[in-house]
Antibody, heavy 122, light 108 residues
Framework: EVQLVESGGGLVQPGGSLRLSCEAS????????MDWVRQAPGKGLEWVSAISGSGDNTFHADSVKGRFTISRDNSRNTLYLQMNSLTAEDTAIYYC???????????????WGQGTLVTVSS | EIVLTQSPGTLSLSPGERATLSCRAS???????LAWYQQKPGQAPRLLIY???SRATGVPDRFSGSGSGTDFTLTINRLEPEDFGVYYC?????????FGGGTKVEIK
């Protein structure tokens, strides 16, 4: 059974940093690209970042480019999102999602974690 | 960036009725790489349809997807109580993935 478990969310001040983690199980982690998708309170879904199965290729939405970095550790079956220079507009539930193939970012998401809430506020 | 516009914003229907949800793209989606997701309150999205018309594993056959190019439709035949929620379309034909704003299917 595929499982994705996010952690690392919480309250952070504007301008601060946070690192999210997503621990994966139930599939061969390195064989699939992975993504982060976020959802602001009461709003729709927004794609944030993608990384290929090998970790060699990464992609970020324009809204987070230069501030967020996606990475992965295939030996630990773990996906990360390093978030810097956070603003109130980054407040959201952050979901990690498994792609349907090894390449990024052109993929749909066949499994999702339950999400971790990031709140940016003073 | 491909903008996806979903309509209607809200659909009020009774169990047993048919729901027809629309997703229109600002430009043609390569290879009809369009997916549909269902999200219920407090839950993560769930994949329903990919490449416009293929049902994901375990999805009941009352859900069907159709369309190509810029116009896509999700149809839910014979609505069940568990089908109420918000539905999102997503395109993955370009490097920048985008989602539609969602259609809420509520009980009439």
């Amino acid at each position: 059974e595929v499982q994705l478990v996010e952690s690392g969310g919480g309250l952070v001040q504007p301008g601060g940093s946070l690192r999210l983690s997503c621990e994966a199980s139930g599939f061969t982690f390195s064989s699939y690209a992975m993504d982060w998708v976020r959802q602001a309170p009461g709003k729709g879904l927004e794609w944030v970042s993608a990384i290929s199965g090998s970790g060699d290729n990464t992609f970020h939405a324009d809204s987070v480019k230069g501030r967020f970095t996606i990475s992965r550790d295939n030996s630990r079956n773990t996906l990360y999102l390093q978030m810097n220079s956070l603003t109130a507009e980054d407040t959201a539930i952050y979901y990690c999602a498994k792609d349907d193939n090894v390449d990024a970012p052109r993929a749909y998401f066949d499994y999702w974690g339950q999400g971790t809430l990031v709140t940016v506020s003073s | 960036e491909i903008v996806l516009t979903q309509s209607p914003g809200t659909l009020s229907l009774s169990p047993g009725e048919r729901a027809t949800l629309s997703c229109r793209a600002s430009q043609s989606i390569s290879s009809n790489y369009l997916a549909w997701y269902q999200q219920k309150p407090g839950q993560a999205p769930r994949l329903l349809i990919y490449v416009a018309s293929s049902r994901a594993t375990g999805v009941p056959d009352r859900f069907s997807g159709s369309g190509s190019g810029t116009d896509f439709t999700l149809t839910i035949n014979r609505l069940e109580p568990e089908d109420f929620g918000v539905y999102y379309c997503q395109q993955y034909g370009s490097l920048m993935l985008t989602f539609g704003g969602g259609t809420k299917v509520e009980i009439k």
